[in-house]
């Protein structure tokens, strides 16, 4: 009997840990400003991002790399790597 009290007990702890951890995580995914959302509630465009850093990266073997590397990944296409360089 009491090993059986002690099986429900440690199931009710691990669903209570399991839902907590599913409530935090979705709470910090929607809640990071830098993430998904911008602060006015519009989707994240991280090709864009991508696009304005590979602009400032100053040295040009690295900037080369680097564009090579996203035109191989399909991040960008073949155009935009073309206005990059």
Do not use: P, W
Request: charged content about 25%.
């Amino acid at each position: 009997m009491i090993m059986k009290n002690k099986k429900v007990i440690i199931s009710i702890i691990l669903v209570i840990l399991v839902i907590v951890a599913v409530v935090l995580g979705v709470f910090k995914a929607t809640h990071n400003e830098n993430y998904l959302y911008n602060q006015d509630g519009t989707v994240v465009d991280g090709k864009k991002d991508l696009i304005n850093r590979l602009k400032s990266i100053e040295d040009v073997n690295e900037r080369k790399n680097q564009i090579n590397f996203s035109v191989q990944q399909n991040i960008i296409t073949q155009e935009e790597a073309n206005e990059l360089y």
